[in-house]
Every structure is written in C-alpha cells, then in structure tokens.
C-alpha cells in the first residue's frame, strides 16, 4: 500500500497542469531529439515518457547494459526543463530472452503457446521473466534514481493488456498457491467451486488447473478465480518492481491503467491503493455507440480509483489509432473537447501516446503529437493550442470534483456477468453500465463511480446496473443506504449470485428482494429485435422477467406479450428511502426518464436537456470552475457569472458556447443561483 499519493500537479515541475507524452528517441537520430526537444518546448510539454519499450536496448545480451543513448536523452530533457516519466522497460521482452527461456512464452486456454515478436508475450508467473526484469529494474534505479529529470517512475506498461491471462503450467502452479491461501483445505475448495456437479470434485490440489478450454463449459467459480488470481498475480509483478524502485528511490511510482471499454482482466479497485499517482490511458473507441460517453465514464471511474483526488491521463491520442477496425480521425476541434472533458473530470494532466509518429513498426499509422506532415498541419495546431489552453488552466489543477449521485462498478461482477450459460448471452454487464452511465450523463447529473461496499451515505442518488454477484457486506450498505433516505436504481440481473458464484434462492434477485420490495421467479429474455411495449410509452428489449410486487409499486407495466400486465419497473418505499428496480432492457429515453424521476425524487436538481452540452464542475477552496463542452453542432448559451478563461472575457448573465467548442468559467464559491443549464440553443 502506497503511503500517501502524490499530486497529480507536481508532476509537472510547475505546479500547474501536466502536458506531455510517451517519446521514444530509440526510433530516431540524436539530431532528431534536437529537434524534438525544441518543439516540445514550443508546445509547453513538460513530462515525457521514456524507456517504455526500452528493455532491448538497454541490455543488449545478457547481463551487458548499455546506458549512454539513455543517459543522453535525460539530460537532454532535464537541461530544457523537461521531466521524466522514466519506464522501467520491462514492458516487452529482448530477443534473447525468450530465446533462452521459451518457457516465459505465455499460453492461450486452448494450450497454444504465443511466438515473441509482438509485445508484453511473457506469462506473469514465469521466474525466469521475473528475475531478469528485476535485475534491469535494479540497474535503472541505481542509475536514475537520484537524476534530477526523473519525476515519475513508470513501472512496465499497461500491464495485462495482452498478457493478464496465462493458463500454462507455471500459472497453473501459481493458481493453486493463490487457491491454497484462499481456501485453506480442499473440502472448503470443492464446496465453494461447486465440485459435486458434473463430478468434478477434487482429492488434491495438484489436479487443480487454471480454466482450460473443455469440451462443454467451464467451472464457473473456478473462472472466476483464476480471474481474481490472474488479477492479482499482475498486482503482485507490479508490486516486486516498485519494491526495488522504492528501497532505491524517492520518486513516486505508478503505471499506466486501462480503464476503458475493451479491457476488463485487471481489478483496478484492489490495485489502487498500491499506486502513487492514479493513471490512466484512454481511447475512443469507435466500435461503441457512444464513444464520447464512453470517455466521460472512464475518466470519472478513474476519479474513483483516485478516490475523488486530481489523477494523470498517461495516454491517449491526438486523433486516430491503428487498432481498431477502421480508424477514425478526429474532427477539428474533437482532440480538444475530449482532453478538456478529462481535464473536467479531474485529470491534472493530459499526455499523449505519442510524441513523434513513428515511421516503422505496427504502430505507424497511430496518430501523434508531431504527425508525419510535420508541423504544417492540423494536429500540430492543436496541439499547440491545447498547449496554450492548458497553460490557461493551471489555476484548475488541485481542484476536485463535485457529485451528488454515484455508479457502483465492480470489474468482478463484470467478469462473472458475463460467464457462458447464462440466460441471455446478449445482456453484457458493461452495456448495462454504459447505458445507466449515458442515461445519467444525458440528464447532466455528473456521477461518482465507487467500488461495491463503498460507503454511499455522501450520495442522494445510488444506481447499480447488473451488479450480478455480490456479496453480503456489500448488499447490506445498499440496504441500509436506502433505509437511511437514499433513492437506489437497481437494473436486471443484479444480485443474482454470491461472492462464491452461488444463486441466492428465493426469488430473484435474491441479495436485494426486500429492499426492491419485489421477487421474480424466472427469466424470459427476448430475441434481439423484438420488443415489447411498456404502458408508459417506452419499449423494452432483451431482458425480461416474471416480477411479483411484494411492497413495490408498479413505475411501467407489459402492455403485451405474455408478461402483459405485470411490472416491468417498481418503485419501492424502504425506510426512509426509495428503491428502484428496472426489470428489463429499457429504450435510452426511457430509461432516462426512469433516472430523471429518481433522482429529482431524491432532490438531486435536474436541470433541462443539455442537448448535447456536457457540463461538469471542479471546485477549488475558492472558486469553482464551470466546465461546458459543446459536443452539438449548435451555439449554447449557459447561465453563469464569472470570468471565462479560455478567451478570458468577464461573463456577467451568460456565457455563449460555439458548436463544438469548450469553455471554462470561474464562478465564486459557492456557485450562485443565477448558474444553471439553458433550455437548449441559443436564441
Ligand atoms: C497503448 C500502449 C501504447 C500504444 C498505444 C496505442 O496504450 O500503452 O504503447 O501501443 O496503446 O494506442
């Protein structure tokens, strides 16, 4: 556990806001990095990532270091007043590694061991990858553990991106370690996993193996843990390098966190506390409906991570990447309203994946600060400007963000969701999530997103989409929140299971019954495409169920099908509070509607539509600062007074946002009453 964390801000040398990137000098000249390091400056970056891939470089064969390019490239940096977020370089593997231990290779389910010449190919568990990837670690600290450039240390790099999962039989001797201190004896073994069924009851741990592929299913406790193990097997790698970078060093230690659509191995709620700064790296990903909601989601999410404080956006991108099917430039003007809804969102700093284009490798038709058009181009400008506006905002920087509902997120309910054999292989846990986040974020209702268990008493409004397993400890603080006063929306398949993947019986869903006042007793998903209309106007989809009212009020009935006349959304009165529970896929303005109605009933302020204006407020001791991005192709007007500071012009009524474009303004604190949404377009 980390001692305490480090401000995000003073990270950037200045204390003001962090700009930055990855920079990988080893693709480029020395005359190069001349020229690098003066552009750098001109657009006010003031930490760069090195060494992320460094590892071949640096120790050319075994045991043989080489440090100069290195050596030269920190000072460099450090003489133009540039900091370091310095990689460890363990990221990926030499050569000559894998050569002499094909072993470290990690292994698919299917037993099919990967080839190196990709990246991050090395399984978690491996000793040999261990002990040589510490001893380079040991090398770096003892060299640049001390150099004045180095303000971050930077451990591997998004770690598991590739690798989280390996089932080869290291892991497999890793696994049954991690089940020995889990379980203690087998007997507790076999009656959490289930064992009795389908005869697979175990007499000694080393029948034990990781989730293999089968010929029918898998186990589904036994998933589950090797998720929870494979998870914490990366924690504990992340943990031995910061261990030797801590007993040579002061410099705070982080990496790189994938908090974002297509990565779900790691659980970021258990690695948080080891960290010293919260980061994060985010991508649009265009494959979602939404991938600009998608963006505000990840970035509050990591506010949770941060536990609420300023945090580091490590990577993102300038416009397009090279790994998604079709890879979407960015519009003018779209780079800079996505940094700044990060920025709103509590990031004190905003870095780039990457510095320079790179003209060779896989990766070079991933944008980057400096495109291959040079600086006569489009991106360059943005940069540039983005440069500037950052600079603008340094009095931002420290200051937090304000929420009155919360988003209870849990990556292992997420991982036992969305297991095979379930009713409905069409309902994802994270659609759920998306679409309870977009209905929010459409109201305007900025959110926390907490762990399950996290205390919500601070909230007026609590939403748990598809929380599917959960545990008792965590169910109780729901209960009792709403007993309390709280208002709860609880969506479909939540508190199906346990900790352990075990049903609870007697009536779905079983862990929140008497708080929702209702009891289901089957399941009848729908086909994708057909729906069924709801007698308050909005249709559902996907997800329905056989609900009985113990308590509840009926919010929207079934009109047809064969549930025709039974609820499909209840409204439940439980102590003090108000619990909802949505039974089924709702349409998007449906179940905005049903969040609206929640959350003005638990006195949260729900202002008109936002059409398209995303509004968030970070607040200082004395200021707060009224960010609004305009994402619509329309002029927006909003309420406030104050001071605007990207044009930096006094607003005293109003302040006009132009299509597409992002102002900030500084309202006194507490903000006035005169501040609020418009009704829509200016005019
Ligand atoms: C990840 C990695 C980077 C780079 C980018 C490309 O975030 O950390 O090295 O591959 O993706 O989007």
Redesign the pocket.
């Known amino acids: 556990m980390s001692p305490s964390r480090t401000p995000v801000k003073e990270l950037s040398g200045n204390g003001k806001l962090v700009y930055g990137c990855?920079y990988n000098p080893e693709q480029w000249d020395s005359g190069t990095w001349q020229e690098d390091v003066r552009l750098m400056k001109q657009a006010g970056v003031n930490l760069v990532a090195i060494n992320?891939?460094g590892w071949a470089e640096l120790e050319g064969s075994p045991g043989e270091y080489s440090f100069d390019r290195l050596d030269e490239i920190l000072d460099l940096l450090h003489a133009n007043n540039i900091g370091v977020n310095l990689g460890t370089g363990t990221s990926s593997t030499p050569a000559w590694l894998t050569t002499l231990y094909p072993e470290i290779l990690p292994q698919s389910a299917s037993g099919t061991r990967a080839w190196p010449g990709g990246r991050q190919a090395w399984c978690p568990s491996s000793p040999q990858y261990r002990e040589h990837a510490l001893r380079l670690v040991d090398e770096m600290v003892r060299r640049y553990g001390a150099h004045p450039a180095v303000r971050l240390w930077h451990v591997s790099?998004?770690l598991g991106?590739h690798n989280a999962l390996c089932y080869c039989d290291v892991s497999a001797a890793a696994f049954r370690g991690w089940l020995v201190a889990r379980y203690g004896t087998l007997d507790s073994l076999n009656q959490a996993w289930g064992t009795t069924f389908w005869s697979q009851r175990y007499s000694a741990w080393e029948q034990i193996l990781p989730p293999r592929t089968t010929i029918s299913t898998n186990n589904p406790t036994q998933v589950l843990d090797f998720h929870r193990f494979s998870s914490d097997e990366l924690l504990g790698y992340y943990q031995a390098e910061a261990d030797v970078l801590r007993q040579q060093s002061t410099v705070p230690v982080t990496t790189?966190f994938?908090v974002t659509a297509h990565i779900r191995n790691l659980d970021y709620w258990s690695w948080a506390p080891h960290m010293d700064v919260i980061a994060n790296?985010h991508?649009l990903d265009h494959r979602l409906d939404a991938p600009t909601t998608e963006l505000a989601f990840a970035a509050d999410a990591t506010r949770g991570l941060a536990q609420g404080l300023p945090w580091l956006l490590m990577?993102h991108?300038t416009s397009a990447?090279?790994?998604q099917p079709r890879n979407i430039a960015k519009r003018p003007g779209e780079m800079l309203r996505n940094s700044l809804a990060h920025v709103a969102r509590g990031a004190d700093g905003l870095c780039f994946?990457?510095w320079r284009a790179s003209v060779q490798g896989s990766?070079k038709f991933?944008s980057a600060m400096l495109p291959h058009a040079g600086t006569d181009s489009r991106i360059w400008r943005e940069v540039l400007e983005l440069g500037g506006i950052l600079e603008t905002l340094a009095e931002v920087a420290g200051t937090t963000v304000q929420a009155e509902a919360a988003l209870v997120f849990s990556w292992e309910a997420w991982w036992a969701h969305d297991q095979e054999s379930h009713p409905s292989s069409d309902v994802r846990y994270l659609d759920q999530v998306h679409a309870m986040y977009a209905a929010l974020w459409q109201a305007g209702i900025t959110v926390d997103i907490v762990a399950p268990g996290a205390d919500l008493s601070g909230y007026k409004l609590a939403v748990v989409p598809g929380l599917y397993l959960v545990r008792e400890s965590e169910s109780a603080v729901l209960a009792n929140y709403v007993t309390k006063g709280g208002t709860a929306v609880v969506t479909y398949f939540s508190g199906i299971v346990d900790e352990n993947e075990k049903v609870l019986t007697g009536g779905y869903p079983g862990a929140f019954r008497s708080v929702l006042g209702i009891r289901s007793e089957e399941f009848y998903p729908l086909p994708p495409g057909q729906s069924l209309t709801l007698d308050n106007g909005s249709t559902a989809s996907l997800w329905t169920e056989a609900m009985r009212l113990e308590g509840a009020e009926a919010m929207a009935t079934f009109t047809e099908g064969h549930l025709a006349g039974t609820a499909a959304v209840t409204r439940n009165r439980h102590g003090a509070g108000d619990a909802w529970y949505v039974g089924t896929v709702l349409d998007p303005a449906g179940l905005r509607e049903v969040v609206t109605e929640a959350a003005r009933a638990s006195g949260i302020t729900v202002l008109a539509s936002p059409h398209g204006l995303e509004v968030v407020v970070r607040s200082g001791a004395d200021s707060n600062y009224v960010f609004l991005i305009n994402h619509s192709d329309e002029e927006h007007k909003y309420a406030a007074h104050g001071h605007e500071l990207i044009v930096g012009e006094d607003v005293s009524h109003a302040v006009v946002i132009p299509a597409g474009a992002v102002r900030v303004v500084r309202t006194p604190n507490p903000v006035p009453h005169t501040t609020g949404l418009s009704t829509g377009p200016k005019g």
């Open positions: 990855d992320i891939f790099n998004e991106c790189n994938m790296d991508y990577e991108s990447v090279n790994w994946f990457q990766e991933h």
